[in-house]
């Protein structure tokens, strides 16, 4: 549970520094115009959906951080067997680091409203994760082969756990990106998309981030 | 209504949101069933809690039965009742506290207290609630399949809850299971839309210390609820993979009715961990919102500000950060390493010292305040009786010594009925009494609603009051009936009867308030915009109910704190928050000149 | 005014139920006497707060009610007074915490010279093992738990040759000697408790807990599950009984070492063969039972059950109540197999003769039986087969009558409640659910219909 609490307690102290920062030397009942600068009123310069989408990051964080402390302590116990993970993998790394790549590289065209190289951007971007995601069922695949079920072994059934709600999360970040996507091949001038192509890269890279702590995780414990 | 020009510049003040931007619906079943406005998510939120309540009361009902007159319903057989008693504990904590205090107070109050149009994403904040409702329905399906629900205990402890032995351990745990993370989901959409909300939606002037603490309460305990709901969903997939495909995260090898199991190595402390990690933060997403909005009925009711608004921001704050170190304390006979003992049993004490705080705070501002004894401030003071009793109860268990012999027995059960189901269902009562009002227009009767609160308050102290002594007798919780035993006196059952007859009381005495409710919304009093003459913003709204958009044309700016009760020199005893500096008298409404505001970003406010 | 009136009632009301309520800890029985004070500690330190702050409440909810002329005093915050409201309550936490982490520190540290007991559970009922001569347990598994081996001892592992094993809820300890009680799970969750100890701790399967107590008073006491273990958690019971040295050591020595007990003999059918012609008066030639003469049907039944049995009845665990006539027949015949032996050779004679089914007898409706026998199937199956593990004989195809009888005088502690008898209580519990005899009735005729 370190690890988790570490985390959290991160995530926490950011939350009640944030909160208690506007809330010191303020005399709440001494009335007042409104305030001049916006900034001071505690609210983030930013539209709210990106608000919402690091609240969400935030959630998910706690989601697989909790994850890999249940890992560490499940691996404490005697019947552990270190999994040996499929070389696809590493190759799949690859693939997912190109897409995040091809999203920061269409977030950029975006921001110079250059829509053709947005619409390949974004093409290029999902047919990388579609790829990770068939890379990843490919090693899904391999460990079946390999007579690696889910109830084998701990280590394996926590491959598979890993593995599915990371690409799950994948998955809902391919829906945004599929609107998205559709609007640009519609023809939707690049100012309509800017603020969704800029989530969509944000969440590629936590994204990104998130699989390459659990792979190092996993390396880390693997024979 | 002039035009308004979208500014490009990501900070944009909420006054710009113009009223167009909302999606007004034409139809009836876009008004009231597909809604996206807040406040009818907020009462379909309400309307669905209430109901799985009833159901839920109905259970501790049938529990107390058996408790009070043991052997002598022969429908009721040791399966059931611990069936009963998981069910009543999982749906009262989830899906009715959980969600009535998020979904339902944090969805009507959030937009109208800050000053909002309506939730940031009000498309998400519709599909939070039916996820909610399939989650519900689900729980409720398991009624009605093989085996029954689940009866593993609330707290759905691998291995019993996925073998044999316990009722329930094949649909029933599966269900509870999918229907947790379905409701995880679900409250996920909203939680995300509260906090934003909270965040960027507020007025202009609406600055966080001049939130309402009905609004820090819900903040907070909505952040928690993100923050440690993953830990529950997280072992609800491990659990339903250990029940369905045979893993071992949780289970260990071991022997169920002389069969030898599959399982190996798998660690059933490590899911106690997992849920307590969530457990407790939950019991502070229950408590926090009641602790917000008992302080707004406080303050509004003695006509006095809340004391010590700094201190009381800064309590919450800091609970809310310790909840999440103090889990273990649940967990002090688990047989967990035991010198995790010393590092809980000091934060948990620690904690209360902000609680405390709160308590004292609530107190001070009946002090030399001028006290209203309305139906919601009889609710607010019983809660903070209750409270009291309760908070100081968890002294005893939170202390790892004095847990040892407590743990496991009725002290507990009467410990966290008295602090996390006895005093926010007492707020929840009050707060429906104070805001009923802005919901419908009109007022719940009065003369029910004083019975409704003697009879809730008192039957429910004597109903838990003693309970703790059953407790240091040494009773056990979770017993389908006591039996046998050397030391445990008759008149121990004599006791067990009187809490029953209280609790059916109780219990019964709840369709006076349902009727209440019903009677009222065609019959009550009209109770015209404010009728508590209090401050907040949910009481300046143009329309009564309000409607979607909340605010008609403009949105108000705010000049002064939630709590400006008999300022000196004021002449009413109230100043609504969004009166301007200057003026005396509170109801002259007149849109304040662009001048007012300062300096304005440029291409931010067009008129 | 009458809610302040109240406020103060409930105030002196809790304080006055506190005094003169009967229902407190039972007198304390071991050395943890510093628990006990802390509890004393917390109380006072709470109790002060509770009424402090509640008078405080109801006075000013009368003093500052509102009135024609009243008008509250503004004061936003006052940070003295709020400062020192949290030094005093930090100083109240403390005077609880500190003596709180004293004792704990005690209760984790198990002094040297402790003596081990292991109490192992199941569903649903404990069982303990001790060390034997060499004063070390042998090791221990779950994949040698079988109904030979139901503690689940390696059998390869030389210091668990001398284990004592305790198959019975009962635990007997010696007075004024520390103990280790270590816990050990076979299946789920349970916990081991004595109320008057004040300790307890969790069994979980896979691992093993403890706690350490010395006993101080010479008694029988209850001990209980209070983990929530399934559908009979509630009848999760077990008695330890404190006793003198030599008492203790007499106890102790009754029974087997795990090496006796595997060394026991299974019952020689031929030998028990001449022993049964006792029986064949009343429970006939095929074991099949008579019901005219009250004498249940035996051919099928589990050899193990039919053994505890007949030892009930010889040592007047069983057939010793007035009320219980065709018991009191028993006992004596029961008293002419002269030892274990000869107990287990007529036994081991029982199981060679053939299992006819007996009719079903019993007037009820099997519809309306299925329902409360969920309860039953949770030990003796859902096919009503029995199993051992659970300590559960067969039902089905057995005496029917027989079951009625039985269930009956279990609920009335006809059955079960002496207390030589180990495993009747929980049966007992189990049959008190049955709230009338046309519900025994019901159930006895669903047992009738499984197949």
């Known amino acids: 549970m370190t690890t988790s609490l570490l985390v959290l307690a991160a995530i926490m102290a950011v939350v009640v520094w944030w909160l208690l920062r506007p809330t010191l030397n303020v005399k709440p009942w001494v009335e007042q115009r409104p305030i001049k600068n916006v900034d001071a009123e505690g609210t983030l310069p930013l539209p709210p959906v990106k608000v919402g989408l690091g609240v969400f990051l935030a959630v998910a964080t706690s989601l697989f951080a909790l994850l890999i402390s249940a890992y560490h302590m499940r691996m404490m116990a005697a019947d552990w067997t270190h999994l040996a993970l499929p070389r696809v993998l590493w190759l799949n790394t690859g693939v997912l680091i190109l897409s995040g790549v091809a999203m920061q590289w269409t977030r950029a065209a975006a921001q110079r409203e250059q829509i053709d190289s947005v619409r390949i951007g974004l093409i290029a971007a999902g047919v990388f994760t579609v790829s990770f995601l068939a890379g990843q069922l490919w090693a899904w695949q391999q460990l079946n082969a390999a007579g690696y079920f889910v109830k084998t072994d701990p280590a394996t059934a926590f491959f598979y756990l890993l593995t599915a709600l990371h690409g799950l999360h994948l998955l809902g970040g391919m829906y945004v990106w599929g609107r998205t996507t559709a609007r640009v091949l519609r023809g939707v001038e690049v100012g309509k998309v800017r603020l969704s192509v800029e989530l969509c890269t944000v969440y590629w890279h936590y994204l990104l981030l998130v699989w390459l702590v659990l792979f190092a995780v996993l390396l880390h414990t693997h024979s | ?607 | ?451």
């Open chain 3, 1 to 451: 005014m009458v809610l302040a009136i109240v406020l103060v009632l409930l105030v002196v009301g809790s304080i006055v139920f506190h005094f003169m309520s009967p229902w407190y800890f039972t007198p304390i029985a071991s050395n943890w006497g510093t628990i006990d004070d802390t509890v004393t500690i917390t109380f006072w330190v709470t109790g002060i707060v509770f009424v402090a702050v509640n008078l405080f409440m109801a006075y000013c909810v009368m003093r500052y009610r509102h009135g024609k002329a009243s008008r509250a005093h503004y004061e936003p915050e006052n940070k003295k007074l709020e400062g020192a409201l949290v030094l005093l309550t930090t100083v109240g936490i403390a005077a609880m915490l500190t003596p709180g982490l004293f004792a704990w520190a005690k209760f984790i540290a198990v002094p040297k010279d402790a003596a081990v007991v292991e109490v192992v559970a199941r569903q649903w009922y404990f069982n303990y093992r001790f060390p034997g001569e060499d004063g070390v347990l042998g090791t221990v598994d779950a994949r040698y738990v079988s109904d030979e081996n139901p503690f689940g001892v390696n059998p390869d592992d030389p210091k668990g040759q001398d284990d004592i094993l305790v198959s019975s809820p009962q635990l007997h300890l010696p007075v004024g000697k520390p103990v280790k009680v270590e816990l050990r799970s076979i299946d789920v969750l349970h916990d081991f408790t004595v109320p008057q100890f004040r300790s307890k701790m969790n069994m979980v399967p896979g691992l093993v807990t403890y706690f350490w107590l010395t006993p101080t008073r010479i008694g029988t006491f209850d001990a209980f599950c209070e983990q929530l273990c399934g559908i009979a958690h509630f009848a999760m019971r077990g008695k330890v009984i404190v006793e003198d040295e030599r008492a203790f050591q007499a106890w102790l020595r009754s029974y087997p070492t795990f090496a006796q007990s595997r060394a026991q003999a299974p019952g020689d059918a031929a030998a028990g063969k001449p022993l049964y012609a006792v029986c064949t008066a009343c429970h006939g030639l095929q074991a099949e039972g008579n019901p005219a003469l009250h004498a249940p049907k035996l051919s099928g039944q589990g050899d193990w059950y039919l053994r505890r049995q007949l030892k009930n009845f010889k040592n007047g665990a069983r057939g010793k109540d007035v009320k219980d006539v065709f018991g009191q027949m028993m006992a004596p015949l029961a008293a002419t197999l002269v030892d274990d032996a000869a107990i287990a050779n007529v036994v081991a004679y029982i199981k060679t003769l053939a299992d006819i089914p007996s009719p079903a007898t019993v007037n009820g409706n099997a519809k309306n039986g299925q329902y409360p026998y969920v309860t039953c199937a949770a030990c003796h199956g859902a096919n009503g087969r029995g199993v051992q593990a659970m300590n559960a004989p067969r039902l089905k195809d057995m005496s029917d009558w027989y079951l009625v009888t039985q269930l009956k005088d279990f609920k009335n502690g006809i059955r079960g409640a002496h207390p030589a008898d180990m495993y009747g209580p929980q049966m007992a519990a189990m049959a008190a659910i049955l709230v009338d005899d046309r519900e025994t009735n019901d159930v006895v005729a669903y047992i009738d219909t499984l197949r």
């Open chain 2, 1 to 607: 209504m002039s035009s308004v020009a979208f500014d490009e510049s990501p900070h944009v003040p909420p006054a710009e949101v113009p009223e167009v931007e909302l999606y007004h619906p034409k139809t009836f079943i876009g008004r009231y069933i597909w809604s996206q406005d807040a406040k009818v998510i907020a009462v379909q939120y309400a309307i669905t809690a209430i109901s799985v309540g009833v159901v839920a009361l109905v259970l501790s009902g049938l529990m107390r039965l058996q408790l009070g007159f043991p052997h002598t319903f022969s429908f009721i057989t040791p399966a059931n009742y611990l069936q009963f008693v998981t069910m009543h504990g999982m749906i009262m904590v989830i899906y009715l506290l959980t969600a009535l205090f998020l979904g339902g107070f944090g969805n009507y109050l959030i937009p109208l207290m800050v000053g909002a149009r309506d939730m940031v994403f009000p498309y998400v904040n519709m599909v939070s609630y039916w996820v909610y409702l399939f989650a519900v329905l689900l729980l409720m399906a398991s009624f009605f399949v093989p085996g029954g629900p689940t009866g593993a205990g609330w707290t759905l402890y691998p291995p019993q809850a996925i073998l044999g032995g316990t009722p329930g351990a094949n649909w029933g745990i599966i269900l509870m299971l999918v229907s947790l993370a379905f409701f995880i989901i679900g409250f996920t959409m909203g939680g995300l839309n509260y906090v934003v909300t909270v965040l960027q939606a507020r007025t202009r002037g609406m600055t966080m210390m001049r939130l309402p603490l009905t609004v820090w309460g819900i903040l907070m305990a909505t952040i928690l609820a993100l923050l440690a709901f993953p830990a529950l969903f997280v072992s609800a997939i491990m659990m339903i993979l250990d029940q369905a495909l045979g893993t071992s995260f949780f289970m260990p090898a071991l022997v169920s009715k002389g069969q030898h199991l599959a399982y190996n190595g798998g660690s059933p402390i490590l899911f106690q961990h997992l849920f307590w990690f969530f457990g407790h933060p939950e019991v502070y997403i229950v408590a926090l919102p009641a602790f917000g909005i008992v302080s707004d009925l406080i303050s509004v009711n003695a006509r006095r500000n809340i004391f010590g608004y700094r201190m009381m921001v800064w309590a919450i704050l800091a609970i809310g950060g310790l909840s999440f170190m103090v889990w273990a304390h649940h967990m002090y006979v688990s047989g967990m390493n035991p010198y995790f003992g010393f590092f809980f049993a000091t934060t948990t004490l620690v904690i209360a010292i902000p609680t405390a705080l709160k308590v004292y705070n609530w107190v001070l501002t009946l002090w030399r305040g001028d006290i209203h004894l309305t139906v919601p401030m009889l609710f607010a003071i019983g809660f903070v009786f209750t409270f009291i009793n309760g908070g100081l109860t968890g002294l005893f268990l939170g202390n790892v010594p004095v847990d040892i012999p407590l743990s496991g027995t009725m002290f507990v059960v009467a410990h966290f009925h008295m602090v996390m189901a006895v005093s926010p269902i007492l707020v929840v009562f009050g707060a429906i009494y104070h805001w009923y009002p802005k919901v419908t227009g009109r007022m719940l009767n009065d003369t029910l609603g004083k019975f409704h609160f003697w009879v809730t308050f008192l039957g429910t102290y004597a109903i838990y009051y003693p309970m703790h002594y059953l407790g240091f007798l040494g009773v056990p919780r979770r017993y389908f009936a006591m039996g046998n035993t050397v030391f445990i006196p008759p008149s121990a059952q004599s006791l067990n009867v009187a809490i029953t007859i209280a609790a059916l009381i109780v219990g019964a005495i709840q369709v006076v308030f349902l009727y209440n409710l019903i009677w009222s919304y065609f019959k009550g009093k009209p109770s015209g915009p404010n009728p508590w003459r209090a401050t907040t913003l949910e009481w300046q709204t143009p329309h009564t109910p309000p409607k979607h958009g909340n605010f008609g044309p403009t949105l108000p700016v705010v000049y002064r704190w939630a709590y400006d009760y008999s300022v000196p020199g004021a002449a009413e005893d109230f100043i609504p928050q969004d009166q301007p500096p200057g003026r005396k008298a509170p109801g002259l409404e007149e849109a304040p000149d662009a001048s007012e505001l300062g300096p304005q970003k440029p291409g931010a406010l067009v008129t």
